[in-house]
């Protein structure tokens, strides 16, 4: 392993491997101090920047974080690294790529995306104000489609999340209707169920795919269960659009969440086979989040943000509709407060975007975090500047099932609002066409008027 | 529209409609944003949440509560709050010099009462449970003083089993707070822990515990001394512990 060096304030710093390195480079946050590798001063950070600016793009060729032997993740890197892509960049040093990301067009990131590894795009991150990881994001657009078209410029879709804590249909149904009249659900109708029995994630399918056909919606749904279930229920014949799935950065943390890259595959093709899809073909979801290694024991010294990027490598192989950090779901142990979270928030979206994933988020805390609704409207307003895909979005911003707080609807309603944002193409058309859109391309406010989608609830109640 | 049209609406839809659900629905718009009323709900339901995080555990107010039962306090590693919070390794350990404290025997249990991340929680529904669940257990069974600990997560038992030699550790702790109920208690069964060895896995979780809303107190007891029973009986708990009862489950995130 090489050792990488610097000299700041008249101190000398020394960092063992470039894993070290980038640990060390990483803005603080909690998980990395919990996992015993962040800079141990806020001079030793920035000396870890000086010397990350001068390592060449080919050294993270040359020397992996997690060794090529023992990790199927950094297989993947490096055996589908694309040198053709990379050429363009090939050679210029860490410090050199942010300044050419910076000046890069969108025709150019499009092209460079098959050659950067995670790695890569995580180093110069680290080198990167908040604003400059805005700057780069928004001139990246991964278009996907299925039944409705995700990521076009000036478009932000949200997944309606009607989430219940004992998958109780009826409440389901209440929570899907009071989404859909808030204009939501262009990127998704999903649901996190209470459990992962296949029959309660069938029934809560059906019961999607009923409201979709019925009312002939141009939007895809998703139970988010995990990938064996989606297998067994696809065989068995059950409506299933997106095959989901939470994904990490290494093979243990995928271990620890039961899945292979080979399941994986399988998964995809027996989702690919159902044909489900009217404008497009992609079919998979994946979720990740940072400090989900570290949670799991299986980070390799890696820092957490490195590791993260790294999943964005195991999503790529699959060419998903829609990938998203959960950003600040698991906790105040991992990332403490708004400042941590919105900085991890913008990092994950623009790691996953130069990669050329299709990147939203669910931008969210816990209660024991130290954050609350504004700084979700900071997270949200920074992300829709920066062109996020898509957000998630509950009731009121406050998810019963899962005990934490997101997004609302009527955030959602803000955002667009004030960044002339509009829904996925097929679904505004839609939304006009029930009459929910107004004159200016608004989602109108139906909540005084007996709306005919209206009918999902008054069955509910009959 | 008028506001008697909108109130009409409110009474035939969404009233019969949250019925079936806790979740925030049919919250109206002023514009893109929410109305004022539902605005401020939200924040006095996570102002409750933020409070029940940190507010300061207070060992008096369950000690009082358990009316004579003999108590031992104790702290864990981590040394404030703010600590607590990004350190869960320092959570699980308990302060050296507290140890010490500790008085070793023969115990078949001890119950420990730990704020976890809800003092109101523990507040308000430990005492209550160390002595439901004891009241089923066989007099037989040395029970230990309950230990009363501060910023202490889950695995904090382990150490405090270990240390005084109880066959096994019941941690009564304060749950994550969700903004619909910030006052949860978790139960959580370990038999014979070791520290740094024993996972999750080898625990026996009750959660939601939180009459009148959540489980009652004669509710849990009773699938606690159950789950108790058949722990000594096995020598395990964990998934090793099959049990028939509907509400056991195995420990997946303690706090």
């Known amino acids: 392993m090489s050792t990488y060096t610097s000299t700041l304030g008249g101190h000398s710093y020394r960092f063992g491997s470039l894993a070290r390195l980038l640990a060390a480079a990483s803005p603080e946050r909690s998980g990395d101090r919990l996992a015993g590798l962040a800079a141990a001063s806020a001079q030793e950070r920035v000396a870890a920047r000086w010397a990350l600016a001068d390592v060449p793009l080919t050294a993270f060729l040359a020397e992996p974080v997690i060794p090529y032997d023992t990790d199927d993740v950094t297989r993947l890197i490096l055996d589908t690294h694309d040198t053709g892509a990379f050429a363009a960049v090939a050679g210029l040093s860490v410090g050199g790529f942010r300044e050419w990301l910076l000046a890069a067009d969108s025709g150019e990131l499009a092209a460079v995306a098959p050659g950067l590894t995670p790695e890569m795009v995580a180093a110069v991150s680290k080198l990167m104000g908040n604003a400059d990881l805005v700057a780069v994001a928004r001139k990246v657009r991964v278009v996907t489609a299925f039944r409705s078209t995700i990521g076009l410029p000036g478009r932000l879709a949200t997944r309606l999340q009607p989430n219940h804590p004992t998958d109780d249909p009826a409440g389901v149904a209440a929570a899907l209707l009071d989404g859909l009249l808030l204009g939501s659900g262009d990127a998704v109708i999903g649901i996190n169920p209470a459990t992962d029995s296949p029959k309660a994630v069938r029934d809560l399918l059906e019961l999607l795919d009923g409201v979709i056909q019925r009312y002939a919606i141009p939007t895809q749904s998703c139970v988010l269960s995990h990938v064996t279930t989606s297998m067994d229920l696809m065989a068995a014949g059950a409506p299933v659009d997106l095959v989901f799935q939470s994904i990490a950065g290494t093979q243990a943390a995928n271990a620890s969440f039961g899945v292979t890259l080979g399941l994986l595959d399988e998964a995809y093709e027996a989702a690919k086979g159902l044909g489900r899809g009217t404008v497009g073909s992609n079919v998979m979801y994946f979720e990740t989040g940072q400090g989900s290694a570290l949670s799991a024991d299986a980070h390799h010294g890696v820092d957490q943000q490195t590791v993260e990027a790294r999943a964005y490598a195991v999503a790529r192989r699959y060419d998903p509709l829609l990938v998203n950090t959960v950003v600040g779901f698991i906790g105040p142990e991992y990332l403490y407060d708004g400042r941590q979270i919105l900085r991890a928030a913008l990092e994950d979206h623009f790691c996953g975007k130069v990669l050329g994933l299709p990147m939203g988020l669910d931008i969210c805390y816990t209660n024991h975090a130290d954050a609350d609704d504004d700084d979700i409207a900071t997270m949200l307003t920074m992300l829709g500047v920066a062109g996020a895909s898509f957000v998630i979005c509950t009731p009121g911003g406050d998810d019963i099932m899962l005990n934490y707080q997101s997004a609302s609807y009527h955030d959602a309603l803000y955002l667009r609002e004030v960044l002339g944002l509009r829904p996925a193409p097929e679904f505004e058309t839609w939304l006009a066409s029930i009459g929910l859109l107004g004159e200016g391309g608004e989602i109108r406010d139906v909540s005084g008027t007996a709306h005919p989608l209206t009918a999902i609830g008054r069955e509910l109640v009959a | ?255």
């Open chain 2, 1 to 255: 529209m008028t506001l008697s049209h909108v109130a009409s609406v409110e009474r035939e839809l969404w009233l019969p409609l949250r019925r079936h659900t806790q979740a925030r629905i049919g919250l109206g718009r002023a514009g893109s944003g929410l109305p004022t009323h539902h605005r401020l709900e939200l924040q006095a339901a996570h102002a409750a949440a933020r409070d029940a995080v940190h507010s300061p555990f207070e060992p008096d107010v369950v000690a009082a509560a358990l009316r004579g039962e003999p108590t031992v306090r104790v702290r864990s590693a981590a040394p404030d709050r703010l600590t607590y919070l990004q350190r869960p390794d320092l959570g699980r350990r308990l302060d050296p010099a507290d140890r010490a404290h500790l008085p070793v025997g023969e115990w078949d249990v001890v119950f420990v009462v730990a704020d976890g991340l809800s003092s109101r929680a523990v507040h308000e529904h430990g005492a209550a449970m160390v002595r439901a669940t004891t009241a089923l257990l066989p007099t037989a069974w040395q029970v230990a003083p309950v230990v009363l600990a501060e910023q202490a997560r889950v695995a904090l038992g382990d150490d405090v089993a270990s240390a005084m030699g109880a066959a096994m550790v019941v941690v009564f702790v304060g749950e994550r707070p969700g903004m619909s109920a910030a006052d949860s208690l978790g139960a959580y069964l370990t038999y014979r822990p070791k520290p740094g060895v024993t996972t999750d896995a080898d625990r026996n979780c009750l959660s939601n515990i939180r009459p009148p809303l959540g489980m009652a107190y004669e509710t849990a007891a009773g699938k606690l001394a159950g789950l108790m029973g058949r722990a000594r009986e096995l020598g395990a708990t964990g998934v090793a512990l099959k049990d028939d009862s509907d509400a056991q489950m195995l420990a997946s995130d303690p706090a």
